[in-house]
């Protein structure tokens, strides 16, 4: 039995077009020192909500990881991270519950 990499069968998945498989950013230590004047910072940025339609879905997680890259596109590192949850004025469905893994009792008293 041969066994196949998760990237491996990511890329799998991802080739059929029936699917789009999504990774974590895995913190990368910002250990490369380069002239400021040859680096850009980039931000990566995350929003879960309660649904798509911005007139009455609400934000629900809020994610960003900066990170550091050169002029011609190489990512150096990471900065440190920001992450808020934030209770939504209706209670979360339960299909985004299943999608975002966010349940009301994890928002319970946060705020924006």
């Keep these: 039995m041969q066994h196949t990499s998760l990237e491996d ?25 380069v002239p400021r004047d040859q680096t850009r910072v980039g931000l990566f940025l995350d929003l ?23 002029l011609d596109g190489r ?11 934030r209770e939504p004025s209706h209670p979360i469905p339960p299909d985004i519950t299943a999608l975002t893994g966010i349940t009301q009792e994890r928002v319970a008293g946060k705020g924006g």
């Design 9 to 33: 069968q990511a890329r799998t998945l991802e080739a059929t077009g029936a699917y789009r498989v999504l990774r974590r950013i895995a913190p990368l230590p910002l250990e490369t020192h």
């Design 48 to 70: 879960e909500t309660t649904g798509l339609d911005p007139a009455c879905h609400e934000i629900i997680e809020f994610g960003m990881v900066p990170f550091v890259y050169t």
């Design 75 to 85: 990512i150096l590192g990471t900065l440190p991270a920001f992450n808020r949850l």
